[in-house]
């Protein structure tokens, strides 16, 4: 299981959890997964987010590995200028 | 193929400062623009604007204009479909207004004519017929629950029950607990501050040629991004993308100004109506009121800091418009506003609102000057306060290596505290300062990415070196790329031409923006170069007859790895190209990649100014800029990021500002009215470059171009705030509001 951080804003639309855990191994499989647990999730997640593993940002890399240790944070999509 | 094992690379090309390929077309005016470009049989594309900010457009009748002697053709939004993807119809809505007009400037109607001196004619004949609405362009008073409606329906999922009827998204970041950090505190400041809107100020106007007749269509633009103007282009004209080739321009500025549609869709369908060519250059009037300017704010910080100078927590609520549009940016400045720290307890929060006011667009570092702004100036009130010494108060605070980022990560390698070390070290902290004058500090962050990215290297017969690459070239990438490929080949740079290709020509390229292209562009060179090497080394083993294993490259030279390879004479480059042909033919290599590993950046700037205390102007006397630029490949060029970037911030916060009036008309579209600061306006800004490595990168590139932007905003308010005695809390802190701040004070 990896433990995925949620900003504050989406937590409403995890139960109220800051933290949710679930089964995956790369990038693509975690956002599966969150979208699976936790629909409310599905809206933001179709807009775009990024995923932080062990502190680098990655938009939309599928096959990012996810190790179940990893520091695992779901951000807003990255956007510059 | 090996690559000689390097614990520290001896760059021989990359850190040099070599001749920039497009200088002297630049200077000569050889240089093809966006406007730059004519054909035979062209018509002239003109667009007919909204005079309010608010509007329901009840009807349009342009057969006057259509009739007029010399025009080919008039679109309306009713030239255009309706696209479902929500993000999609809010760009074609943005180009051409359908069912409301939303700000003063928003385009209604469009002509191509034979000449301007027609088309402006049949622009005077259509007839709009307006319901003017109420209008809002504050965004305080945008989220009020009874404010004018911009558009209905807008809210995300994320906005709770209750909110005003403009509130499109709300955000929250941080961790801890809030409370007790403030518990801890000898001093909580809470501090409210404002942000006017600020163009991104390019020198060039947006331009275009089309031509799209029998479903095929060319379009040459200026733009940061081709490939997206391909994608949006052919989205809203209802095009396969292969039916749409778009060649950018030589670009004269865009600061993520350029990293979207305006007059382009509109360019099409004007030509695809009239089956001619059809060219738009909009005027400087048309950019202010009708492209992207960047978001204006209104925001509340609370920090809590001990006597000795330890942040206890922070807190900041962040409320910004982007215009008639939903906008996402202030998620990114909620992320950015207390990232330079290192804090047990953090919030912030975000709400994004509604206005008649034109479109944001993204503008280096999006959301992130205004919100680091306003936690930078209540740290330096608190170090006011105390008496503590700014500098060594972000030192102590620092964001470093290990710690949890207020928006969620766990940084790791940074350079935070080696730039407020070197800003510590250097003459100008302690140099002395003159009457009125004073001294101000702020740290600035961005998170910078990388992206899609598609290289082709090939060599030429001769051994000289051709890169093709597909981001347009907005601040020296050219000669950057360039330098990355010599240096991996071992070649000359002057043996190596890079030039920007069309969309049909490579496969897809995300826009040059996020800082991305010398980090994102330059590793997938190397890959490239990689590539062709391992080709030139193979086809070497092959005349040696040896493994490929035993050819190394070196200096611009196949070599055999060691004694045991055998005894054979190094064959350069120039050899290997000349026997291609009969070796296997062309040589060359590519690499496509979603780049990914940027690296963040922080920057640290010292500013002094003088403030005339007769009539509330500043004066920037002294600026240093020290950033983490990873390893620098053209320093010419990072310090042109970094002295550039300083100055749009500068001029953000002393004099630029979007003024409308009491109808929500803008007042000042054009650059007498906004002023920009100019060279004569400021000292040499002096850069300091610090190097360290990004360990995403071959070479430890990291972005440069917008962090530079940040931190001028708060460095100016905390100098101003030492030399004249009085804190502002709004922007630009233009000439009458200071005098009037120092008239209060007394």
Known sequence: MVAVTL????????????????????????????????PGLKPQIERGVSVAIDGRVYRNSWFTEIRPDSEVVLMPYMKGG | MNFPAKTKRDFKVVGTRVARPDGVDKVTGRALYGADFSVPGM?????????????????????????????????????????????????????????????HGHAVAAVAAKDAETAKAALKLIEVDYEVLPHVTDVDAAMAADAPVVQEGRADETVPEGSGPNVTMYTEFGHGDLEAGFAKADLVLERSFKTEATHQGYIEPHACLATLTGGRGELWCTTQGQYLVRELCAGILGMEASQLRVTASEI???????????????ALALSRKSGRPVKIVMTRSEIFCATGPTISSSMDVKIGITRDGRITAGEATLRYQGGAFPCETVSMGAQAAFAAYDLEAVRTYGWNALTNRPKEAAYRAPGAPVSIYAVESVVDELCQEFGLDPLEIRLRNAARDGTKASYGPTFDQIGLVATLEAAKAHPHYTAPLGENQGRGLSCGFWFNFGGNTCVSLNLNNDGTVGITEGNPDIGGSRASISMMAAE??????????????????????????GSRVTFAVGLATIEAARAAIKVMCARVAKIWGIDEEAVVWEDGHAKPSGPNAGDFDPMSIEEIAAIASETGGPIAGHHEVNAEGAGVSFGVHLADVEVDPETGATKVVRYTVFQDAGKAVH??????QMQGGSVQGIGWALNEEYIYDEDGRLQNAGFLDYRIPVASDLPMIEPVILEIPNPGHPYGVRGVGETSIVPPLAALSNAVSRAAGIRLHELPMSPPKILKAMMSKG
Request: one cysteine or more; glycine letters at 10%; a negative charge.
């Open chain 2, 635 to 640: 320093p010419d060029y990072v310090e042109g």
């Open chain 1, 7 to 38: 900003w504050g804003a989406l937590r409403d639309q995890a139960d109220g959890q800051e933290v949710v855990e679930v089964e995956a191994s790369n990038f693509k499989e975690l956002l599966d997964a969150l979208e699976a647990s936790h």
């Open chain 2, 43 to 103: 018509l002239v594309g003109r667009i007919l604007r909204s005079p309010h900010a608010h509007a329901r457009i009840r009807n349009i009748d342009a057969s006057r204009a259509e009739a007029l002697a010399g025009v080919k053709a008039v679109v309306t939004a009713a030239d255009f479909g309706v696209p479902e993807d929500a993000a999609l119809r809010d760009i074609q809505d943005n180009c051409m207004a359908r069912e409301k007009a939303l700000y």
């Open chain 2, 252 to 266: 004269g500025g865009g600061f993520g100004g350029k990293t979207t549609v305006f007059i382009e869709p509109v």
């Open chain 2, 488 to 513: 991996e080949l071992g070649i000359p740079y002057d043996k190596v031409r890079t030039v920007i290709t069309d969309t049909n020509s490579l496969g897809h390229n995300d826009v040059t923006d």
